[in-house]
């Protein structure tokens, strides 16, 4: 059984950083694209960042604008790394990968068929 957990969450003040981290189990990951979700207070979940199996391939949402770097530590480990952080980063951070199988879309969120529970990160003075 797959499982992705997410470590790293926490509470940073405006213009702080931190660092998320993903760890897959239950089968491996090599050769693989792995992201993340965030879903903010009242908000739909809405597509962050992901990685491909070769580490130099890479794609962010547009409101990412050069602030998060995705990186692949190892086949099962993604980590995401959050720097000038806002308010409006507050959210729930979802690590999330397709099934071999999958059609998947990382910016319609479509066909991604594990996730984690999550962790929260506030962004807050």
């Known amino acids: 059984q797959v499982q992705l957990v997410e470590s790293g969450g926490g509470l940073v003040p405006p213009g702080g950083s931190l660092t998320l981290s993903c760890a897959a189990s239950g089968r491996t990951f090599s050769g693989r694209t792995m992201g993340w979700f965030r879903q903010a207070p009242g908000q739909e979940r809405e597509f962050v960042s992901a990685?491909?199996?070769?580490?130099?391939?890479t794609m962010y949402a547009g409101f990412v604008k050069g602030r998060f770097t995705i990186s692949r530590d190892n086949a099962n480990t993604v980590s995401l790394h959050l720097n000038s952080l806002k308010v409006e980063d507050t959210a729930v951070y979802y690590c999330?990968?397709?099934?071999?199988?999958?059609?998947?879309?990382?910016?319609?969120?479509?066909?991604?068929?594990?996730w984690g529970k999550g962790i929260l990160v506030t962004v807050s003075s």
């Open positions: 990685i491909g199996w070769n580490p130099t391939t």
């Open positions: 999330a990968a397709p099934s071999p199988d999958s059609d998947y879309s990382w910016f319609a969120g479509t066909g991604i068929d594990y």
